[in-house]
């Protein structure tokens, strides 16, 4: 069964590869602008800001990017190939943004275990058990967490002890 929070990232997935066909070219440059750019800004921006910033860092780095990337001329092609040019775009751009929506609430460090506790228990239960009841978000998380590039990329917040 499918929680809230599946049904958010989920959302934001296919609004960004419906955003991605309509668009064209111009947004798969600006996705992958954006992630780049994520990818280089999230490691800097986390200990300085609440975790629940990162998913708006990356909303506003996509929006900004796809406004950037309207004004680079790009040789029109048919709109077949640029609706899989964008659509491509749009897939691996609302990919990252659903993961961040998955991954990015707060965890804690159990010292006891020596294992990381997501979702923390110091959340609100009714978006706990969102996070609980979701068959993706700690598998993501577990797989984010045990990666060194995506957690510098997702979970830059995290140090492991």
């Known amino acids: 069964m499918l929680s809230w929070l599946d049904l958010m990232a989920l959302l934001v997935l296919a609004a960004a590869v419906a955003m991605g066909i ?16 994520y990818v280089l800004l999230a490691p800097l921006v986390a200990p300085l800001v609440p975790s629940f ?9 996509g929006l ?13 092609l048919t709109p077949t190939l640029e609706g899989i040019i964008g659509g491509a775009g749009g897939l691996l751009w609302g990919l990252f943004l659903a993961i961040t929506i998955w991954v990015s609430f707060p965890s804690e460090f159990v010292a006891s275990t020596g294992a990381l506790r997501y979702p923390s228990e110091q959340i609100p239960s009714g978006v706990k058990d969102g996070i609980v009841s979701s068959p993706f978000a700690r598998p993501l998380f577990d797989w984010a967490a045990g990666n060194p590039i ?12």
Do not use: D, E, N
Not at 22 to 29: C, E, I, K, M, W
Not at 150 to 161: G, K, N, S
């Open 53 to 61: 910033v990162l998913p708006l860092l990356a909303l506003v780095l």
């Open 22 to 37: 309509r668009q064209g070219a111009h947004f798969a440059l600006a996705a992958i602008s954006a992630l780049v750019l």
């Open 64 to 76: 900004g990017m796809a406004y950037i990337a309207q004004l680079i001329p790009l040789t029109f």
């Open 150 to 161: 995506l957690r510098a990329a997702l979970l830059p917040f995290i140090h492991h002890p």
